[in-house]
């Protein structure tokens, strides 16, 4: 039983086919093309409305040469958002829950940002390894512990964003299974924790937003520094 429950996060074949390909071009299909008339449906209209405003409230922070970044941070929001919202249907499989996809996601865009400040200002790009007025004995210290937290935010990037989402499922799971044995019983029990296994679904839904709202926050407070 223990080992069924982290069965759903491996990732599903069909004809020993993967079919993470699937999962990963299937959110795009959410989001439908603005049409070329000048009036559109209330969907659309709510859409646009979204964009615009989290793109916004993203670049806020951001000086004008960040802002070359807004289309690749908001669809990335998206695709991440779209993709932990489908993980809590029945039946499907949520790739965000594998470590791979999330570093893949993390590393590029993080090294991306780097080079961006390394290469428009290495001198305040560098300047971040020692923070102004450190003593003389702990320069060396400092540049080491400053180096090892620039490595280790892609990890953290990708590891928080999968640590979240598989806790989740894997309690969802549990409070499920527990209304499935507890139902003959117990009833009474049973229908309490399915209450609680309402609130806990409303509350992943909230998480899934959420993660993805963060990643693509860290991801441009990152950029914030280097351009």
Do not use: C
């Not at 139902?183 to 899934?208: F, G, K, Q, S, Y």
């Amino acid at each position: 039983m223990a080992l069924s429950f982290f069965d759903q996060f491996m990732s599903p074949s069909f004809l020993g086919i993967p079919l993470m390909a699937l999962a990963l071009v299937l959110p795009w299909t959410f989001y439908p093309q603005a049409p070329s008339q000048w009036l559109t449906s209330r969907y659309m209209t709510l859409q646009g409305w979204f964009i615009n405003r989290f793109t916004q409230q993203l670049l806020m922070p951001l000086n004008v040469g960040g802002h070359k970044w807004a289309m690749l941070l908001t669809s990335l929001m998206l695709f991440i958002f779209s993709l932990n919202m489908m993980g809590l249907l029945p039946y499907t499989f949520t790739p965000t829950t594998q470590l791979s996809l999330n570093m893949a996601l993390a590393v590029p865009l993080w090294l991306a940002t780097v080079l961006i400040g390394m290469r428009n200002q290495p001198t305040v790009a560098l300047g971040h390894l020692l923070p102004e007025g450190t003593p003389g004995p702990l320069i060396p210290v400092l540049i080491i512990i400053e180096t090892l937290s620039l490595f280790i935010r892609p990890l953290a990037l990708g590891v928080r964003l999968t640590a979240n989402l598989t806790a989740g499922h894997l309690l969802i799971q549990l409070i499920a299974t527990a209304v499935f044995v507890l139902a003959p019983l117990m009833p009474t029990v049973a229908i309490l924790t399915a209450i609680v296994l309402v609130l806990l679904t409303m509350l992943e839904v909230a998480v899934a937003m959420i993660q993805a709202y963060v990643f693509v926050l860290l991801l441009s407070l990152y950029l914030q520094e280097n351009v």
